[in-house]
């Protein structure tokens, strides 16, 4: 493979990297991908990540390439590499924009042949942790070979070595200040007696135990003062040769120097590499304490035509994510969707896990469209156009009237836009209106649905859609079988019934016929 | 340096031990009175005696009280020294004066903010000058009590004052603290660090080369360069002071934090003098009111030793203005003893007193009694009846179980356990079966057991099984009714004398 062949980790297809400014899609808060994509990219501004987070990638040969990625990065130690990468470009650009500002030639100087020593290391690190790993992924494989031709050109190698040795005088040097009053002596240093070691040395016998610390802390500004850059300037003048080779150095690699702005950039590859590879980065570190407490993440089996959908032990990421914080369990669900079925009707007890359910189902199916690990033990997933959802709008729930005109609204553009590839998610919908009403435009909706063949789930009081058709399916919120007043948030294939509501009130008042019959008896 | 009086090779943990457990402990034993009477103060009148009552030496007391020795060496080594205390207690005077005089010498001298390294180096100098005052006192002192005390715990100290501060070591400090004024000039080495700052700032000792502003041309490169700052250049003034800084901060760090350590050996010496001082304290008053002690005989933990004669309640009898009533202990060999007897017949003073001794003797105190030896028993604990708990948190059984388990945490094979009164807050059969229950398991996990009771139920059972290890001892009455305070050996009695207690006071 050739170096013109790798340009990217996050596309198979550069071209369809997305630009600058691309909007989270309108389904993200009512999913709550927004907090997800939030915490993942939490302390990363600077890669400006959310646009790769907000676009779905067309593709399954996309999605494929990105899970190849995620599987090369199961392996602990291309993260550590990889992380030790972005950590050593991230300081080579804080190096070079402080050579940039500071005032005295040589703090510039160095400054900046230490960011082009660092530059050299982190490139240098990240091929060698390439080469130690197997790796399976086209994205890897790509930047390894790269890197390899990389690393063995001239130009590289010479960089190394003239970093590598110029910094090795600096570091020789020593010297001495002398100071008495206002003048100030500085000097080759001729291994003068330690006075403060000889100082301690005589009050030793009198040790009883660790020391309080009594030494200054001294704010130690990076710049250097104007006595300490007169000292620098003799000390570079006691050291002509080394410091002439840090100012040829300089000149040759676009360094600072009089009315010469820095011109040292890297290479472009690995720059945009050092900020895609943060995609996958942020997302494995977000997924490492929701996989410590015990949540299943995998690669779903993706397909464009079937929407015969599963999955296993699946939830909701942003409520896992709060509940692993508080230490408290998160209730896993299954979904599997045959035949000519298209939508899950969701019915049962308030509170009960219906919308977290829901939601779970489009975050699934959002997280699979942008190739990363998805929650569950196992999933087959469909890659849809586009993702419609219909939440309730809470603002408006002081005007009814209005509020049905807007549900209305809504749906309406969700099934002007959606098509046959289409998913579907509606939560609680005509809550605002009589049950007769409800009924009767919500029948009307499904069937348009039904019709469309949209892939969809539709959470709902009313027991009625739960049986509409072959295409939708049942699902039911559940009680605990011993305690009907404990909900347990599972979401199960089942009919409607509409019992459960009766017994969890029995139950809590202490009303069933058992409790009751006792409670005379006594 | 090290004072090493209360152990032969370290330093005594100045943490006073606070846990529910030791403050049963202080309180079921009174300990309060015996610690006052050590920091010199006098309980009876409430006023402060002529030493007067020293809030130090009372934590001391109680820290040391209360943190048992284990080991029969460890005891003799501190014996000794008391013996010489006990022999001279002016040296013991003097040396506790001296070192709360080095401790409080740093209030004399001006500290400022101390934020500069000059600042701390000038206070660090002031405060040596004034710390090479007692330390020449303290030499002083040794050599005149040298070969006056017998003890390893002195004569090592003393010994180690001669040679550690001899009169070439303070012409040594005296020279440094003239030479850290730097009157002749600074001199630091450096090399240059990241952004060509200068790292590794190290002091070094000028040589007269340094002291010469003529620069001088070497064969090769220059070997120096000279600038200065103009007079009224202040903000080059203030950044070559703080360049000085570097430097002297070493220096300062190094002096300053030998005047801690001098501070701190004053510190330790302060502690561990001031629990021999205690000690004089407490000997004072007993023997001043005629009452004896004596040096106990520690015998090591497995050993089963219990005797004593003329054991009394030490804290009793700093409370009261007569003598009070000594008993006679003859338990070799016991693991459990069993008291029973007549209310206010002396129950709880003899369990008090027994405690208090075997606490002293494992501080290497004397004790209050004639004779006294017993085998090391740590730790010591104590499990009295307790008042109601005013949280209403707990039942009172609940409350007292409760207690008894927490007690059960820290109990180890080799501990004593001083039990009042437990097992009282039920009725009769259930406490003494509960007792019955405690009391064996204790026992055969070689916890020694003293028992105060009025559960005839308990106590008569103990008796119907009790083997050669168990002894029964009962507070005495005479015919009369009257009490002789003393306690031997007896068989519990089926009947308490309540009835005596109800007449005395219904008279």
Redesign the interface.
């Known amino acids: 493979m050739s170096q013109q062949s790798y340009r990217s980790i996050l596309f198979v297809d550069p071209t369809q990297r997305p630009g600058a400014q691309a909007p989270a899609p309108d389904h993200f808060r009512d999913l709550n991908l927004d907090q997800v994509v939030a915490a993942v990219t939490a302390g990363r501004d600077e890669y400006d990540l959310n646009p790769f987070f907000h676009t779905p990638l067309r593709t399954l040969d996309a999605i494929a390439y990105r899970h190849e990625v995620f599987q090369d990065l199961a392996e602990p130690a291309l993260v550590e590499n990889v992380t030790a990468f972005a950590r050593g470009m991230a300081r080579t650009r804080e190096g070079l924009s402080r050579a940039a500002k500071l005032f005295h030639a040589y703090q510039k100087k160095r400054w900046f042949l230490d960011s082009l020593r660092r530059y050299c290391d982190t490139v240098r690190g990240l091929a060698e942790g390439l080469t130690t790993v197997d790796l399976a992924s086209r994205g890897l494989r790509g930047l390894r070979d790269y890197l390899a031709e990389y690393t063995a050109s001239p130009a590289f190698l010479a960089l190394q070595a003239e970093t590598t040795d110029l910094r090795a005088d600096l570091d020789a040097v020593r010297y001495c200040v002398f100071i008495r009053g206002h003048r100030v002596r500085v000097s080759h240093y001729h291994e003068e007696d330690d006075y403060g070691w000889r100082v301690a040395q005589t009050f030793a016998r009198f040790r009883q135990g660790s020391a309080r610390d009594h030494r200054t802390t001294f704010t130690d500004s990076l710049d250097v003062d104007h006595v300490e850059g007169m000292v620098l300037d003799l000390v570079a003048r006691l050291h002509p040769t080394v410091f002439g080779a840090l100012d040829a150095f300089c000149e040759r690699y676009g360094g600072p120097g009089p009315g010469r702005p820095i011109a040292f950039a890297g290479d472009p590859v690995l720059a945009t590499f050092d900020r895609e590879v943060q995609f996958y980065l942020a997302y494995l570190e977000y997924l490492t304490p929701l996989r410590q407490a015990g949540l299943a993440f995998c690669h779903p089996e993706m397909s464009a035509i079937s929407k015969q959908v599963a999955a296993e032990q699946t939830y909701d990421l942003a409520l896992a994510a709060k509940l692993v914080t508080a230490g408290r369990p998160v209730v896993r669900n299954d979904f599997h969707l045959t035949g000519p079925e298209r939508v899950m009707v969701v019915t049962g007890p308030n509170q009960g896990g219906k919308t977290t359910f829901a939601r779970a189902f489009g975050q699934v199916h959002y997280l699979a469209s942008i190739g990363v690990p998805v929650p569950g033990e196992r999933a087959r997933l469909f890659l849809s156009d586009r993702m419609y959802t219909h939440f309730e709008r809470e603002e408006d729930l002081d005007n009814l009237t209005g509020k049905l005109q807007d549900d209305l609204v809504r749906i309406h553009a969700i099934l002007a836009g959606a098509t046959e590839r289409s998913i579907i998610i509606m939560n609680e919908i005509f809550t605002s209106t009589t049950l007769a009403d409800a009924l009767w435009l919500a029948h009307k909706v499904m069937a348009r649905i039904i019709r469309l063949d949209s892939l969809g789930i539709c959470v709902t009081f009313l027991d009625e859609l739960a049986s509409f058709s072959e295409k939708t399916v049942s699902m039911v919120s559940t009680v605990a079988a011993d305690d009907p007043a404990t909900l347990t948030y599972r979401v199960v294939r089942r009919p409607a019934d509409g019992v459960a509501y009766a017994i969890v009130l029995a139950q809590r008042y202490g009303l069933t016929y058992e409790r009751l019959t006792k409670r005379v008896a006594r | 340096?090290?004072a090493h009086l209360l152990f032969q090779d370290r330093?005594v943990d100045p943490t006073p031990a606070s846990d529910p457990l030791t403050d049963a402990v202080i309180q079921d034993l009174e300990l309060d009175t015996l610690v006052a009477a050590m920091a010199g103060g006098d309980p009876r009148s409430h006023s402060q005696s002529s030493s007067g009552h020293d809030d130090f030496l009372a934590e001391v007391a109680r820290t040391v009280l209360l943190d048992s020795l284990t080991d029969p060496a460890e005891i003799g080594y501190r014996q000794a020294v008391l013996r010489d205390c006990l022999d001279h207690p002016g040296l013991v005077r003097q040396l506790y004066d001296l070192a709360l005089a080095g401790i409080t010498a740093e209030r004399g001298v001006y500290g400022g903010y101390l934020?500069?390294?000059g600042t701390?180096l000038r206070h660090?100098i002031d405060l040596m000058q004034g710390y090479v005052v007692h330390l020449r006192q303290l030499r002083h002192l040794a050599d005149e009590h040298t070969g006056r005390v017998t003890s390893p715990g002195f004569t090592e100290l003393f010994a180690t004052l001669a040679r550690?501060l001899d009169d070439d070591y303070f012409h040594?400090?005296n020279q440094?603290l003239r030479r850290?004024r730097f009157e002749?000039?600074?001199?630091?080495?450096?090399?240059?660090g990241?952004?060509?700052?200068?790292v590794d700032y190290?002091?070094?000792?000028?040589?007269s080369t340094?002291?010469s502003?003529r620069s001088r041309l070497g064969f090769g490169?220059?070997?120096?360069?000279?600038?200065?700052?103009?007079?009224r250049d202040e903000?080059?003034?203030r950044?070559?002071s703080?360049?000085?800084?570097?430097?002297v901060?070493?220096?300062?760090?190094?002096?300053?934090?030998?005047c801690?350590?001098?501070r701190?050996?004053f510190r330790?010496l302060r502690i561990e003098i001031g629990f021999y001082l205690g000690c004089v304290n407490l000997h004072d008053r007993l023997t001043g009111k005629g009452e004896p002690t004596c040096l106990p005989v520690a015998e090591p933990p497995h050993s089963d030793a219990l005797s004593a004669f003329g054991l009394y309640d030490a804290s009793l009898t700093l409370r009261v203005p007569a003598q009070v009533v000594g008993n006679d202990l003859d338990a070799d060999g016991t693991s459990l003893l069993v008291v029973t007897g007549a209310n206010q017949g002396g129950k709880s003073t003899l369990l008090r007193s027994i405690g208090q001794a075997q606490l002293m003797m494992q501080a290497g105190m004397f004790v209050p009694a004639q004779y006294w030896r017993a085998r090391i028993c740590t730790p010591v604990l104590t499990h009295y009846r307790r008042e109601e708990d005013a949280t209403m948190t707990r039942g009172k059984l609940d409350e007292e179980l409760y207690r008894m388990s927490e007690i059960a945490d820290r109990l180890r094979p080799g501990a004593l356990m001083l039990c009042n009164e437990s097992f009282a807050s039920t009725n009769e059969r259930e406490g003494s079966e509960i007792g019955r229950q405690v009391i064996h398991a204790l026992t055969d996990a070689g916890v020694r057991v003293v028992l105060v009771t009025h559960l005839h139920d308990l106590a008569q059972s103990l008796y119907a099984q009790a083997s050669s290890s168990t002894l029964f001892l009962r507070a005495q009455r005479r015919a009369d009714g009257t009490r002789t305070f003393r306690i031997e050996p007896g068989q519990p009695l089926p009947t308490s004398y309540g009835r005596d207690l109800y007449a005395d006071v219904f008279r």
């Open positions: 340096m090290k330093d934020r500069h390294p701390i660090a550690q040594t400090v440094h850290l002749r000039g600074v001199l630091i080495s450096a090399r240059l990241p952004g060509s700052k200068g190290t002091l070094r000792s000028p040589t340094h002291d502003w490169d220059r070997d120096s360069y000279n600038f200065a700052i103009a007079e903000a080059g003034a950044a070559l703080n360049l000085r800084d570097r430097g901060d070493l220096a300062a760090d190094a002096l300053a934090g030998a801690d350590h001098i701190d050996f330790m």
